[in-house]
C-alpha cells in the first residue's frame, strides 16, 4: 500500500502526521527539518515510544533532518489492523512506508534495542537511499536467547504467551498497576540502568508508555523478535555502520555488538564503559560526539 507524502516541514519546526502501514494501520510520525536533507529516522526498542531520543531528537537535528514514528501499537498508532503482521519484518515495512510518507530522502537509519533489528531488516528489504546505520544497545537478533546472558527467556516465552491468551484481564489489571517509581526502583536495584548517570525523569516516560501496551502484544512481539535474525546477511551490508554499546548493556551483551561489528565489513564500534541499555540517556554528549564524527568520515554532514 502507498502512502501520501507529507509536506516538508518548515526549518527546524515538529509536524506530527500520519503514515499508513502495507496493512492499513496507522503510524503515528513527527519529522523536523534540518540543515540537511539527510533525514536520520529514529526507530525504537519494544514497548518504547520515543523516550531514548530524548536528546538525539534534538541533538541531531543540528546536522540533518529527523523523523520518528511510533511502531504499531505503541504510542499514538493504532493497533495492527492484521493482528498478525507484529514481527520484525512487519515493523521494517512499516518503517519502509514512513520513509515514503515523508518525502523518500536520502537517510541514515538509527535503531535502539529492538530498533536495531528493525533497521537492519528495513536495509535488507530496500537498501535504496540509506546512506549509513546508526545501531545503539541492539543486537542482530535472537534476543531471547542472550537476554541477560541466557536463553531462559527464549524457555518461559511461550508459557507467557499461553498465560496471557487464557487471562487477558487477569494480566491486564496486573501489568497496568506496576508502581512507576517502584519499576524503576527494581531496575536500579539489578543495575539494568545506572541511578547515577541517568534521571528517573528520563526514564518515567518509558514505564509509563509499557503499562498501556498490551501484554500479549507485547509477548508475541518479543517471541518474534527472538525468532528472527539478520546474522547470514550481516556480510553484504555496504554502508557504514556505527555500534554503540554499554559494558554493562544485560539486555544485550556486549560481547553481541562485538560479534556483530566483526561480521559487518564497514563497522565501527564504540563500546560505552560502564554503559547500560539507556546509553543515549546516561552518556548523551559521547553518544552525540561519537555519532556526529561517524557522520562526518562519512562525508554525510560538515
Same mark, same amino acid.
Given at each position: ?70 511502531? +504499531?501499537?505503541?504510542? $499514538?498508532? @493504532?493497533?495492527? *489492523?492484521?493482528?498478525?503482521?507484529? #514481527?520484525?519484518? !512487519?515493523? =521494517? ?83 497496568? +498497576?506496576?508502581?512507576? $517509581?517502584? @519499576?524503576?526502583? *527494581?531496575?536500579?536495584?539489578?543495575? #539494568?540502568?545506572? !541511578?547515577? =548517570? ?87 554528549? $559521547?553518544?552525540?560526539?561519537? *555519532? ?11
Amino acid at each position: 500500500m502507498t502512502t501520501r507524502k507529507t509536506p516538508a516541514p518548515e526549518p527546524g519546526s515538529v509536524h506530527e502526521s500520519f503514515a499508513l502501514g502495507p496493512d492499513g494501520t496507522r503510524l503515528y510520525v513527527r519529522s523536523r527539518s534540518g540543515p540537511s536533507p539527510l533525514t536520520a529516522v529514529l526507530c525504537d526498542g519494544l514497548v518504547c515510544d520515543g523516550f531514548i531520543y530524548k536528546y538525539l531528537w534534538d541533538d541531531l537535528a543540528r546536522s540533518l533532518s529527523v523523523a520518528h514514528f511510533n511502531y +504499531r501499537g505503541h504510542g $499514538r498508532s @493504532a493497533t495492527p *489492523v492484521d493482528p498478525a503482521r507484529i #514481527d520484525v519484518p !512487519a515493523h =521494517a515495512a512499516d518503517l519502509d512506508a514512513v520513509r515514503q510518507h515523508i518525502g523518500d530522502p536520502e537517510v541514515v537509519l538509527v535503531g535502539h534495542s529492538l530498533g536495531t533489528q528493525v533497521v537492519l531488516e528495513a536495509y535488507r528489504q530496500r537498501p535504496d537511499k540509506v546512506r549509513a546505520l546508526v545501531l545503539l544497545n541492539g543486537s542482530f537478533g535472537r534476543v531471547t536467547y542472550t537476554f541477560k546472558g541466557s536463553d531462559l527467556l527464549a524457555n518461559v516465552l511461550p508459557n507467557m504467551i499461553d498465560f496471557a491468551s487464557r487471562h487477558p484481564k487477569l494480566l491486564r489489571a496486573l501489568w497496568t +498497576r506496576l508502581p512507576v $517509581r517502584m @519499576a524503576l526502583k *527494581v531496575a536500579e536495584l539489578t543495575g #539494568d540502568i545506572d !541511578a547515577k =548517570a541517568v534521571s528517573a525523569e528520563d526514564m518515567e516516560p518509558y514505564f509509563r508508555h509499557a503499562v498501556h501496551v498490551d501484554f500479549e502484544m507485547f509477548v508475541r512481539m518479543l517471541r518474534h523478535a527472538g525468532e528472527h535474525s539478520a546474522e547470514e546477511f550481516l556480510g553484504s551490508i555496504a554502508v557504514p555502520t556505527l555500534i554503540v554499546a554499554g559494558s554493562r548493556d544485560s539486555f544485550t551483551p556486549p560481547s553481541v555488538s562485538e560479534a556483530m561489528a566483526e561480521m559487518m565489513p564497514n563497522a565501527t564500534l564504540d563500546l560505552i564503559p560502564g554503559g547500560t541499555h539507556v546509553v543515549p540517556l546516561e552518556q548523551r554528549q $559521547r553518544v552525540i560526539e561519537k *555519532v556526529e564524527a561517524f557522520l562526518r568520515k562519512a562525508n554525510l554532514i560538515g
